[in-house]
T-cell receptor, first 111, second 115 residues
Framework: RKEVEQDPGPFNVPEGATVAFNCTYS??????FFWYRQDCRKEPKLLMS???SGNEDGRFTAQLNRASQYISLLIRDSKLSDSATYLC????????????FGSGTRLLVRP | GAVVSQHPSRVICKSGTSVKIECRSL??????MFWYRQFPKQSLMLMAT?????????EQGVEKDKFLINHASLTLSTLTVTSAHPEDSSFYIC???????????FGSGTRLTVV
């Protein structure tokens, strides 16, 4: 079993749609959680951290359920520019704070 | 803030040669930097953790004699791919963080092609 698992995608949605990404992690000792966005042939960029109480940044809402070891990302009113691969990332706390990446879910927003 | 610069962005080399990739934290000090590799349509895989002033820690299956890491200062880590082979062709990315609450910033990546 992978340490971080995501929907395989791709998701193909029209502009304005709401889209949800799901992610589960296996290590209950994980400390920090993030969503990154990666455009084709580019480096990942931090989209948002995920907090236990849930957090929102504009059209983006992230939620964490520690009991279920589940993380989600919701994008409302999707834009063409949201097309990218969304990576669920978990920090496995040990002496070096390694990041463990999910395989990513590709999103295609069509006009 | 939290800018990580990686150089070169693209390199083509012949089989058997060595390639050095630099990763710099521009506006913060990083005692730890991470090196990843990403093959097409796959996720990032951690190769090694670079520790300032000490030996790097390699992930299982990564040859330390092939992927030499040097972290000589608090702002610079280098990855040298020695005796490169075509199967080493990949996207190499470094990352660092000014602190756990800030998340991790990635360099722009180096696309290595070995011919």
């Amino acid at each position: 079993r992978k340490e971080v698992e995501q929907d395989p995608g791709p998701f193909n949605v029209p502009e304005g749609a709401t889209v949800a990404f799901n992610c589960t992690y296996s290590n209950s000792a994980s400390q920090s959680f993030f969503w990154y966005r990666q455009d084709c042939r580019k480096e990942p960029k931090l989209l948002m951290s995920v907090y236990s109480s849930g957090n929102e940044d504009g059209r983006f809402t992230a939620q964490l359920n520690r009991a279920s070891q589940y993380i989600s990302l919701l994008i409302r009113d999707s834009k063409l520019s949201d097309s990218a691969t969304y990576l669920c990332v978990v920090n496995k706390r040990d002496s070096s704070y390694k990041l463990i990446f999910g395989s990513g879910t590709r999103l295609l927003v069509r006009p | 803030g939290a800018v990580v610069s990686q150089h070169p962005s693209r390199v083509i080399c012949k089989s058997g040669t060595s390639v050095k990739i630099e990763c710099r934290s521009l506006d913060f000090q990083a005692t730890t930097m991470f090196w990843y590799r990403q093959f097409p349509k796959q996720s990032l895989m951690l190769m090694a953790t670079s520790n300032e002033g000490s030996k790097a820690t390699y992930e299982q299956g990564v040859e330390k004699d092939k992927f030499l890491i040097n972290h000589a200062s608090l702002t610079l880590s280098t990855l040298t791919v020695t005796s490169a082979h075509p199967e080493d062709s990949s996207f190499y990315i470094c990352s660092a963080s000014p602190g756990l609450d800030y998340g991790y910033t990635f360099g722009s990546g180096t696309r290595l092609t070995v011919v």
